[in-house]
């Protein structure tokens, strides 16, 4: 049996086994780091999740003219017509808007219920082809017809889409450049706690150039513990995500129903995951390398 | 098994500390190098391990010219060359065993052979029966004899042995020597540097003499 795997496992495992606290706050120190960024990806996902679903339901309501010439309104249906990403065209009288409308509000208001007029056009309800480009087509048509004669008034409920749109851009903006401020700041506290268990076995490693290792042999079992660290860290912080995210769910059960309307409250997703546990390797790799190639480079000084 | 011509070493380019050094050694010598502390014996010892680097000349040891080595391929010389320090650099939370298994582990035998070559060294050196010591138990020429056993488990082919006795009374110190000598039997060349009369009055050896960094007798 070759000791080599073996050694290097056994060696990683006495490092940290003599610096214990070390290993132990770099893993928090990580831990701490990830689950932050995690809690901000999990608010990513979900807002996200439930901008699509809100986007699925984005229909185009095209406001007529009380006055509207028939050779208007043929010419803004020719166009309806003419969009192949149009999937449906509902008119509705104003007539029949009026009825659906005291319907829902009449024993509710005693306003409607005064009204002797019908305040309502008439109106046609645009329903768009799903797909990733679905809210840009309903813009850009919309912002076709609203200048067409015979039309008063187009709505989609674009002002607060356009907010929530923004606030989403900031949102991952904001995890983005937190993550990268993160990375590096975890690069240097695995880097540092390297240092210093390289530090207080200086003498060993001293001792191992002298008999002839390779500074493979000794960069290995360093390299393992700064992975250890960032990987730790990682599944730790995931492992916590989950718990709220579970905890979110038994507690507040009642009202993320109603916001997220039958979606469920979603975990982080695959790729958030495997970017984490990733993310744990490259610092853990990046930062104990850059440590153990410093130590090893100044060996045997002139 | 050595050739080293015309080396130059100094500190800092300013304090010169070997000057001008050229000798041979050939497979299977003993030689002593002498000469009074501070005349540059660990440093030479130093160059031709590689430990410290040198300004001039040129140092060959068993083939390897060294001031070609760079700090990645400089275990290649260290695996030829079994060190002897005078501090005995054991490690403190390792048994006997262990500490020569070590320099085993280091360039990649196979756990039989660690076993079968350690257990080997220490019986050439005399301490089968403190393997399982640490070395805060053990005399200091008990432990300078682990030292030994660790310098020769990996059968280089030359041992460098910088005042193994500096720190051993004479009666030890002898033991040391006789060992040595037995080592030097089994074919391997040995350079030791001492000023210990002890070793320099025991047997007519071939010497070289260092004096202020210069050679005065090779």
């Known amino acids: 049996m070759n000791l080599f795997p073996f050694n290097f496992v056994k060696s990683t495992l006495s490092n940290i086994k003599s610096n214990k606290q070390l290993f132990l706050l770099s893993v928090a120190t990580n831990f701490i780091a990830f689950t932050v960024l995690g809690i901000f990806s999990l608010l990513f996902v979900n807002l996200d999740i439930l901008l699509s679903s809100w986007d699925k339901h984005i229909q185009l309501i095209v406001y007529l003219d009380d006055k509207i010439s028939n050779s208007n309104k043929k010419k803004i249906e020719l166009l309806f017509n003419s969009n192949n990403k149009i999937n449906s065209i509902i008119f509705i009288s104003r007539n029949q808007a009026w009825k659906n409308f005291r319907g829902k509000f009449y024993s509710k208001s005693k306003f409607v219920a005064s009204l002797k007029f019908n305040p309502l056009p008439d109106s046609y309800t645009l329903r768009f082809a799903s797909g990733p480009d679905r809210l840009k087509n309903i813009r850009d048509f919309s912002e076709k017809i609203k200048n067409e004669k015979g039309v008063e008034s187009v709505e989609y409920g674009e002002k607060w889409i356009s907010r929530f749109e923004q606030f989403m851009i900031f949102l991952r903006g904001f995890i983005l450049t937190f993550g990268v401020v993160l990375f590096f700041g975890m690069i240097l506290i695995i880097s540092n706690s390297i240092k210093l268990s390289i530090y207080s076995r200086k003498d060993e490693i001293d001792l191992m150039t002298l008999l002839g290792a390779t500074h493979q042999f000794i960069k290995i079992p360093l390299l393992l513990e700064g992975l250890l660290q960032g990987v730790a860290g990682a599944l730790l912080s995931l492992i916590s995500v989950k718990l709220i995210h579970l905890y979110i769910v038994f507690r507040f059960q009642g009202s993320l129903e109603s916001i997220f309307r039958g979606l469920e409250f979603q975990y982080l997703t695959n790729p958030i995951i495997y970017s984490v546990i990733s993310t744990g390797v490259i610092i853990g790799i990046l930062g104990s390398s850059s440590s153990a190639n410093q130590f090893l480079d100044r060996r045997n000084p002139e | ?218």
């Open chain 2, 1 to 218: 098994m050595i050739k080293v011509f015309n080396l130059y070493k100094s500190y800092g380019g300013i304090t010169p500390v070997l000057m001008d050094i050229s000798f041979d050694i050939q497979d299977g010598e003993f030689v002593l190098l002498t000469g009074q502390s501070g005349a540059g014996k660990t440093t030479l010892f130093k160059v031709l391990f590689g430990w410290e680097k040198f300004d001039r000349g040129q140092i060959l040891v068993g083939g390897i010219n060294v001031g070609k080595l760079n700090e990645k391929n400089l275990y290649q010389l260290r695996r030829k060359v079994g060190f002897v320090f005078q501090d005995y650099k054991l490690l403190v939370k390792k048994t006997v065993f262990e500490n020569v298994a070590f320099a085993q582990q280091i360039v990649g035998a196979n756990m039989k052979t660690v076993r079968t070559k350690t257990w080997n060294a220490l019986k050439n050196v005399g301490l089968v029966k403190k393997k399982d010591s640490y070395p805060s138990q053990l005399s200091g020429g008990e432990q300078q004899r682990v030292s030994i056993a660790r310098a020769i488990v990996n059968d280089p082919e030359l041992i460098l042995a910088d005042e193994p006795t500096g720190n051993l009374d004479s009666e030890i110190s002898k033991e040391i020597l006789a060992l040595f000598e037995k080592i030097n039997e089994q074919g391997k060349t040995i350079i030791i540097a001492t000023h210990s009369a002890e070793i320099l009055s025991e047997k007519e050896r071939r010497h070289l003499l260092l004096k202020r960094g210069k050679l005065l007798q090779s």
